[in-house]
């Protein structure tokens, strides 16, 4: 089973940049559709941005979409979440998310069973 690490959040002005990771145990990471997904407080969990295994196929909320760039390294068992063009609205929680799967990634959080502990994103005005 997998089990996984985000890191990298942090306090950002609005315009700014940060890089997610998230780091995954075991051998078999690529075999996982991996999701990025975010939290804000009082709100729903909500889908940011997913990978293939292969990373061949990447999927992206509308505003994520041209801001966030989801990419993996298997052999580093790792997948980021480049984020540009940070909003006081992209401030949450972020959470990595794994999910065995051939081919493709899930964009709704129950496509997910395995999840991280979160990591704090604050984008100050």
């Known amino acids: 089973q997998v089990q996984l690490v985000e890191s990298g959040g942090g306090l950002v002005q609005a315009g700014g940049s940060l890089r997610l990771s998230c780091a995954a145990s075991g051998r078999t990471f690529a075999r996982y559709a991996m999701g990025w997904f975010r939290q804000a407080p009082g709100k729903e969990r909500e889908f940011v941005a997913a990978i293939s295994w292969s990373g061949g196929e990447t999927y992206y909320a509308d505003s994520a979409k041209g801001r966030f760039a989801i990419s993996r390294d298997n052999a580093k068992n790792t997948v980021y979440l480049q984020m540009n063009s940070l909003k006081p609205e992209d401030t949450a929680v972020y959470y990595c998310?794994?999910?065995?799967?051939?081919?493709?990634?899930?964009?709704?959080?129950?496509?997910?069973?395995?999840w991280g502990q979160g990591t704090q994103v604050t984008v100050s005005s």
């Open positions: 998310a794994a999910q065995r799967r051939a081919g493709g990634a899930g964009e709704s959080l129950y496509d997910y069973n395995i």
